[in-house]
């Protein structure tokens, strides 16, 4: 590299402040190329690098066209989505037929990549899991980064052969389990369970597997966290959820949360607060929300009325 190149490249890092006026809000004006400060319009740079494509697209349709790369690598597919396959069609890329010498080769080429394909055991095993967690993922509503994550996980545990003398649907509800507390989205094991078909002691049995052999830290799942889809499935207004999480942080901070379960202390707080502010729900509306018994609700809620002396309950019920 040229000791210009260089020095344009430093210029590029060191530009941090206004050397007008010290301002650090600097303005990038992309279409007239252009590094100004917001403080005095002072210019200092007039010749700013475009680093996009040098072509432009209107639709999705032109852009993936005029692209010139393939699609990003994804820990979720079992090849990474770096494979290429060999496809069923008649006609070659200019539009023009096949010949039956030419298709002949093409469905051996075919099928020889399919047996290659298959023919390692981690290959197949990670086929499989991969197309159970997207139907998990698809059940649960899980977005792509927590899917990600997961995939990332259960490689983990394929690697240190832990899934060996256990059901695979079962590491995989682990994994996305895990995943779920590790981005702050808790699901509870009962409800991974039901739509992975699974049951629940072996779940837990997987996941105490892998957080023993796999290091990575998992936060434990908090009431707080639970909040917003219990909420969501009973439709409550903004001020109501509002009212619950300020309950939770109380009762997190004297104490009341610990060796309790999750769902338990967000149903009990969502159930005071739909009584103070007057956007009521049953108790056993917020137990199917919160996936726990109407018992838990009921013992959870004495608690924290108790503790917390919450005022005009009585009054407002």
């Keep these: 590299m040229s000791t210009s190149r260089i020095s344009e490249a430093r210029k590029r890092v060191l530009i941090r402040a206004c050397t007008n006026c010290g301002g650090k809000e600097l303005v990038e004006d992309r279409t007239r190329g252009e590094l100004t400060c917001r403080s005095c319009g002072f210019v200092l740079k007039d010749r700013v690098e475009d680093h996009g494509p040098e072509w432009r697209a209107f639709t999705a349709e032109e852009r993936n066209r005029r692209a010139r790369t393939g699609a990003p690598m994804a820990i979720a597919r079992a090849d990474k989505g770096l494979s290429t396959i060999i496809g069923y069609g008649t006609r070659d890329a200019s539009g023009r037929t096949l010949s039956g010498a030419t298709r002949t080769t093409i469905y051996r080429l075919r099928k020889w990549q399919i047996r290659s394909w298959a023919h390692s055991t981690k290959i197949r095993n990670l086929k499989d899991a991969m197309n159970e967690m997207n139907r998990l993922c698809s059940q649960l509503g899980i977005p792509q980064s927590l899917k990600e994550t997961a995939a990332y996980i259960y490689r983990k545990t394929l690697e240190k052969k832990l899934i060996r003398g256990r059901r695979i649907d079962a590491i995989v509800a ?43 830290k998992v936060p434990s799942p908090s009431a707080t966290d639970l909040l917003p889809r219990i909420s969501s499935d009973l439709g409550l207004r903004s001020d109501t959820i509002r009212r619950a999480v300020s309950l939770i942080d109380v009762a997190r901070v004297t104490g009341l949360t610990i060796g309790k379960s999750p769902g338990g202390i967000a149903g009990a707080a969502i159930y005071i607060a739909s009584i103070l502010e007057e956007d009521r729900r049953t108790q056993r509306e917020i137990a199917e929300a919160a996936r726990v018994t109407e018992v838990t609700i009921r013992n959870r809620y004495k608690q924290l009325v108790k503790s917390l002396k919450v005022d005009n309950l009585d009054q407002a019920r």
């Excluded at 590790?182 to 049995?205: C, N, T």
């Design 174 to 216: 682990a994994s996305i389990y895990l995943s779920c507390r590790i981005h702050h989205k808790p699901r509870q094991m009962d409800e991974i369970a039901h739509e992975a078909k699974v049951d629940r002691r072996s779940l837990g049995s997987a996941i105490r597997r892998i957080l023993l052999f796999i290091d990575m």
